[in-house]
Every structure is written in C-alpha cells, then in structure tokens.
C-alpha cells in the first residue's frame, strides 16, 4: 500500500520523516509485504541499569509503532525482537548470535560500553550490524571501530566538552574541581573527556586553569558509598563531575547528602542521568546540571518531538519528563527505517552503506552518521535541575542549554584512539 505525505505528516508531525521530499516512501512502498522487518533489541532491562535500558525500549518501541501506523517502511510492517543483557557482556553476545542466527541482522539498544565493545568484536562474524543509543566508549568510533558499529548518540568527547564550556562560562570563579566515576571504561572515558573541556574552556573565560584533584573511582553496583563520599569531602574542589550512573547514581546521591557533600560543591555536573535522580530524589536533590540526549522543552520547534513527547506521555501515565533514552531509542529505529528504505533491502552490506550516507529525522532534528567513523551528528543539551516542594514531581527544570555537536566533536580518526591536547590519558 502506498502511505502518502499526509499519512506521514499524520503521525510523524513533520515533512517527510523517512523520506527527504516527495512521497513518504519514495514510490517503493508499492512493493508487496515480504514479511516483517525484525529488529533486534539488545540492552540493560533489568538490575541497576534498566532505568537507562527501559526507556530506551519505549522509544524504540514508539518508533515502530508510528511507522508501523503509517504503512510500515517499503510496504512491510516493523517488529522489535527484544533481549535484556543484564548489562553483561556474556549475555549480550549469546542474545546477539541468537539474533543474527535466526535473521536478526539489524540490531540497537546497549547501555554498557563493556557490552557495546564485546559485540562489535563479533558482528562481522556473525553478518550484523549494531547502533548503539548509550555506549560512550571512545573506543567504539576509534580504535575498536569496523564498518558494522554506528553510534546513534552523542560521544563523551562532544558532549563533556560542551559542558564544561557552558559550566566555564557560568561558573569562572569556580576553579576547584573533583570528580567521582565508575571504576570502568564509560568512567574513565568521561572523566578524561571532562577535565580536557576544564582545561581548554577554563583558560579561554578566566585566563588560569583549574585546580582538578585526580577522580575518586566508584566500583559499579555498589550499595555503601560512605567511603567515597568521605573522599570526596576531603578534597579542596568546589565543583564536582559525577558519571556514576543508573541506579547507582540514585544511591551515590541519596547518601551523599547526610554527609554535607550539596553544601559543600557549588556547582554539581551529572553527565547523563537525565531526569533518573531528580525521580529518585525529588524535592531532597541538589541544584546541579545534567547531560541530556533528549529534552522535549528543548525542541518545541520540531513536530517529532512534539509528538513522540504526547506518545510518550500516554504511555507512562502523563510523566512530563521523559528520559532522553526515549530518544536515543526512537531515533535509532528511525536511522534504520531510513536506511532500509533507501537501501531497498535489509541486507547488511547494503543497510551498512545506507547508514552511512543517508539523514534521517529524529526528535533532535535532522542526524547523520559520519562516514569515516559512524559518530551520530546531533545538538548537544543540558538542563539545571533543582527539588522543589512546590509541584507534585517534586523538582523542576529550572534552565536549559543547547549547542550543536559539530562545535565540539573530535576528529574523525577510526583506527587510533582519542587525542588529548591537555589530558594525559
């Protein structure tokens, strides 16, 4: 059946969503239905990492549906295919060669970057192709990169950067820094991405450098961070970087602030854990900034935002603050349904060489996969946050910042790692 522009527009709120003019499908929705399109779905659905996980399902999810509602991507209908990697490399591989063995070649999710690197290592082998939403390893787009891995999201490279500019520019008289991250290849990763931001941007707004205390390490899952905290405490920094994330964020959080440690740090920089703390937390968190992927007051400009956030709101019992792994979910099945549309085929080799041509529509606006390396081109965002007892929710959004990531992205460079100008890593 052929879907038209007016189908398109219907659910998507925009032009031409799949396609870039013309008919929503560029004629070859008139194919016959061959069947369903399984998409994979890999990531963290349980234990400390779901609240990253499962909203990344609900946005893949929306995505399909939508499409599906529209006639589906070349005449045929979307399915996701789902497997929860408990965050465990060894179990994320198993589901993978599950997939691809029945047919699943086209797979997404993955928080985890320990998870993201053990499964590039067997796409090849195994025929697949994977777009991660999280896995912030620069190592992903560097020196562990092959042609079957995309990154739909943002990098810590981009993204640290980009706050530590902002913060440069907010905070100048706050020169005195720490960090608290997991003991682990996302920690590690965004501390260094961190402190080369407060090196570079520090200099240009204040003209000196930051003091940085070398990061207190986390250990991941944990349930008592008295330790840390104690650490913490006894560093001289008034500003703080915080990577621990999921469910261990929320209980880092919750005993940091018997101890003083809110009183203590001026400025607060949580990397990523979108509106997951303030939800823990409500009206007891911390004033403090907060990486985003998504945040739908942000891009009251783009009609898919608009829609997928009342989507969103239907299904979650009218939450007004949707994570921005709904997002990074949505806009990786979107990425796909470009890409097999233009391919004209789900075959790996030619969905791969689609990926890395075509721009697809997402909640962020248009994005695109740079060629050389598969680095998703996307703004950058982050919003203040603070507890309140004046609404239900509990907090509020207080601010919001936006830049696009081509001010801020590293060189293309797969094959070698990350360059550091100012940060020995």
């Not at 042609?147 to 530590?164: A, E, I």
């Not at 697809?360 to 965002?381: S, W």
Request: glycine share 10%; with cysteine; aromatic share 10%.
């Amino acid at each position: 059946m052929q879907v038209n522009r007016r189908q398109w527009v219907k659910w998507a709120g925009a032009g031409a969503a799949l396609a870039g003019s013309g008919t929503m499908l560029g004629g070859m929705a008139q194919a016959q239905d061959k069947g369903l399109i399984k998409l994979g779905f890999i990531s963290s659905l349980t234990g400390a990492q779901a609240p990253l996980g499962q909203p990344m399902l609900l946005g893949a999810q929306i995505a399909v549906d939508q499409i599906n509602q529209a006639g589906g991507v070349n005449g045929r209908k979307l399915e996701l295919v789902v497997r929860d990697d408990k965050a465990k490399p060894a179990d994320a591989t198993v589901a993978a060669r599950e997939l691809a063995g029945s047919g699943v070649n086209l797979q997404l999710g993955v928080v985890s970057s320990a998870v993201a690197l053990a499964l590039t290592a067997m796409l090849e082998q195994e025929k697949a192709v994977l777009i991660t939403c999280a896995a912030h390893s620069d190592k992903l787009t560097k020196e562990n990169f092959n042609r079957h891995y995309f990154r739909v999201t943002d990098n810590p490279y981009m993204k640290l950067r980009f706050m530590s500019k902002a913060l440069a520019e907010k905070y100048s008289n706050v020169t005195a820094w720490g960090g608290l991250i997991p003991d682990h290849e996302y920690g590690r990763t965004t501390w260094n991405c961190f402190e080369e931001g407060l090196r570079e941007y520090y200099e240009v707004v204040s003209k000196k450098q930051p003091t940085i205390a070398p990061a207190i390490k986390t250990q991941y899952g944990a349930t008592d961070y008295r330790n840390v905290i104690g650490a913490a405490m006894g560093l001289p920094a008034e500003g703080f970087f915080v990577s621990v994330y999921g469910g261990d964020a929320v209980t880092l959080f919750k005993q940091a602030r018997p101890y003083g440690f809110f009183d203590k740090a001026k400025v607060i920089a949580d990397s990523a854990n979108e509106f997951i703390v303030a939800k823990a937390m409500k009206s007891e968190l911390p004033d403090m900034w907060v990486g985003t992927h998504w945040y739908s007051g942000a891009f009251t400009d783009v009609p898919m935002s608009n829609k997928v956030f009342e989507e969103y709101k239907k299904r979650s019992k009218g939450d007004e603050y949707a994570n921005g792994w709904v997002g990074e979910g949505h806009a990786a099945v979107m990425a796909y349904a470009k890409a097999i549309q233009e391919a004209g085929s789900t075959d790996t080799q030619a969905v791969i060489n689609a990926l890395e041509s075509v721009k697809f529509e997402t909640v962020c606006g248009t994005r695109y996969f740079r060629k050389e390396d598969h680095q998703a081109m996307k703004p950058l965002q982050m919003y203040r946050l603070r507890g309140t007892k004046k609404n239900a929710v509990g907090f509020e959004v207080l601010e919001y910042i936006k830049m696009p990531a081509e001010d801020f992205a590293d060189p293309a460079t797969p094959g070698k790692p990350l360059a550091f100008k100012y940060v020995k890593a």
